[in-house]
């Protein structure tokens, strides 16, 4: 089996959930606690072993090009100030030149069309993952998508990392169904986008990061606008399902923060500031003021 080398980032969003604070600034360059969402996202990929990275893009969204580029007036005042630590916080991390690339989404169509949009980028038969920086994971050492590479390595086929949820939250999330026998890794039978809680066939949401082949990106070329007027991963997932393909969720390790709403995104910067040796005390001083 061959390893997975590529990962897709869309990043084409409007950020409506932000709005005003991402009327320029896109959401994923929103900080969490010393980073933007994006760079959590590149270095969950990197731990994971990617190597080539692939940014669907939108209008307006050079802000997230130029983080991952090399700001070399920048970077020179702070070697000439001898700022070494926080030189190499804004270096050191850069992908190498060919290792990323950048897709305009024309029009933001959903996040089945965003996928769809690297289709020349992925080859025939190729597995590939797919990251959102909105869906924070926190398990040091021990990543989402690295969990995920390792489930792929033993079982094949296609990868959805799984996480619960309350009932009444399902309508906000693809929740799959599958026979959960006390298991991490599920066989899946099938999913469904945004269900109401009556017809929900479990609490076990669609959490941001997927391992595809390649062969989704013939079920994207028919794809068509579903649940609010957009073409939806989960339905080209389901079709491809349904004609044989190998599903399974991975009910993963670690704590989970749904950074697209606002109160997701507040709990990820408490959380991730508390695991800084440099900022744990103060946050915690700052939070006893607010019982």
Not at 56 to 70: C, E, Y
Not at 82 to 96: C, Q, Y
């Amino acid at each position: 089996m061959k390893p997975i080398k590529k990962a897709i980032f869309p990043v084409g969003g409007l950020g409506t959930r932000f709005l005003p604070a991402t009327k320029s600034i896109p959401k994923e360059m929103l900080p969490v606690a010393t980073k933007p969402l994006i760079q959590y996202a590149f270095e969950e990929a990197v731990e994971a072993g990617i190597e080539e990275f692939i940014f669907i893009t939108g209008r307006n969204k050079s802000a997230i090009n130029n983080h991952f580029d090399h700001a070399f007036e920048l970077q020179t005042v702070l070697s000439n100030d001898e700022k070494n630590d926080i030189l190499a916080e804004v270096r050191d991390w850069i992908p190498k030149s060919g290792q990323i690339v950048f897709v305009p989404q024309r029009e933001p169509m959903g996040l089945g069309h965003a996928v769809w949009c690297a289709r020349n980028l992925v080859e025939k038969d190729e597995d590939f993952a797919v990251l959102l920086a909105d869906e924070m994971v926190l398990n040091p050492g021990n990543g989402l998508l690295k969990q995920m590479v390792k489930v792929h390595k033993k079982v094949g086929g296609n990868i959805i990392a799984a996480g619960e949820v309350p009932y009444e939250q399902v309508s906000k999330y693809g929740i799959i169904d599958c026979d959960n026998n006390g298991d991490n890794v599920m066989k899946l039978k099938g999913m469904v986008e945004k269900p109401k809680p009556e017809n929900a066939p479990s609490n076990l949401s669609i959490t941001g990061r997927y391992i595809l082949n390649a062969k989704i990106f013939e079920y994207l070329d028919k794809g068509s606008a579903s649940v609010g007027g957009e073409i939806q991963l989960t339905d080209s997932m389901l079709s491809m399902l349904k004609d044989g393909a190998d599903f399974y969720g991975l009910k993963f390790e670690g704590h989970r923060f749904d950074c697209g709403n606002r109160v997701g995104f507040l709990e990820a910067n408490i959380a991730y500031a508390l695991q800084r040796d440099d900022m744990r005390d103060r946050v915690k001083v700052m939070l006893e003021k607010y019982k």
